[in-house]
Structure formats: C-alpha cells, structure tokens
C-alpha cells in the first residue's frame, strides 16, 4: 500500500514539474534570465553555451550554470 502511495506522490511531482517548464516565462517577466544563464559541459567547463545545447567534445548534455 504504501508502495502505491510513493508512486502517486512521484506522479503529481512529476506532471507539476511538467506543467511548471510549459510557461517559463510567465513568471519571469523582466528578469534578465538569457544575460544570466550559461549552459556548461560537466566533463569540459571551457565548452560554455548561451542557450540549452550538447557538448562539442562529448555529446553531453550541457548543464546550466548561473552567472555570478
Ligand atoms: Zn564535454
């Protein structure tokens, strides 16, 4: 039974983070996000992007980092 309820509890988890990535920007009106968000490879922190993309050395995703 509480098997069950685990299941349920990582399902609603999952659809709200789901729901949350559909308007991104809804809740960021003005934020300079794109100025201060980086994507960075794990393996190869010289291999830096602007916007979400794949490492050129590896294929890895890449991470998102925030400027400081
Ligand atoms: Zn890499």
Avoid: W
Wanted: hydrophobic share 30%; charged share 25%; glycine share 2%.
């Amino acid at each position: 039974m509480k098997k069950i309820v685990s299941v349920l509890i990582i399902s609603a988890m999952v659809f709200v983070s789901c729901t949350n990535t559909d308007k991104p920007e809804r809740k960021t009106i003005g934020a300079a996000t794109d100025t201060a968000t980086l994507y960075q490879c794990p393996m190869h922190p010289e291999v830096t992007s602007t916007k979400p993309d794949t490492c050129s050395k590896c294929g890895m995703d890449l991470d998102k980092v925030e400027k400081k």
